[in-house]
């Protein structure tokens, strides 16, 4: 009986733990779509660790990452970060002078953005005619690997970073 009670206890506070984790520190997400690719594919698991998002001024580019959207979840890489100078163009991207990516498909920017959160009057934070930009603070640009499959920053705008929900550090297939 001793032995039963005990185990149950060791169950349940392995329970409480591994809950505690998954809220404060790690979690587990199933990648769906083809945004990523080739790095991620639909139906990948990738373990994000939630600590690094503690320091306010986090924010690396580069990393993948997974931000939530408002119900659903989505992993982008960041692109530019405050204080970044970003350019978009018809088919690249530059940060701070440098291009770092190219598509083939013309961006489609949407009126409304879903994930953006400008002050009132601000639609989309690029002029018709792809000025440069300043990356606020707590603000981030993200894109997907597969940028021809991809909805982003390079359609909805500035990612808050107050939407950041863990930085993937373990891909699984």
Known sequence: ????????????????????????FVDVIVVSGESMEPAYHSGDFVWIEKISLQDKNFCHRNKTVVFDTGGSLRIKIIRACPGDTVRLKPHSLDVNGVTIQSWKKNI???????????????????????????????????TGENADASIDSRHRGLLPCKQLRGVVFFPTQ
Not at 7 to 13: D, H, K, S, V
Not at 124 to 140: D, G, L, R, S, T
């Open 108 to 142: 489609i920017r949407q009126k409304n953005p879903g994930w953006i959160s400008f002050p009132e009057n601000t639609e989309w934070p690029f002029p018709p005619h792809w000025e440069k930009i300043a990356v606020p603070e707590n603000a981030c640009f993200v």
């Open 1 to 24: 009986m001793r032995v039963l009670s005990a185990l149950l206890y060791a169950t349940l506070a392995g329970l409480l733990l591994a809950g505690s984790a998954q809220k404060f």
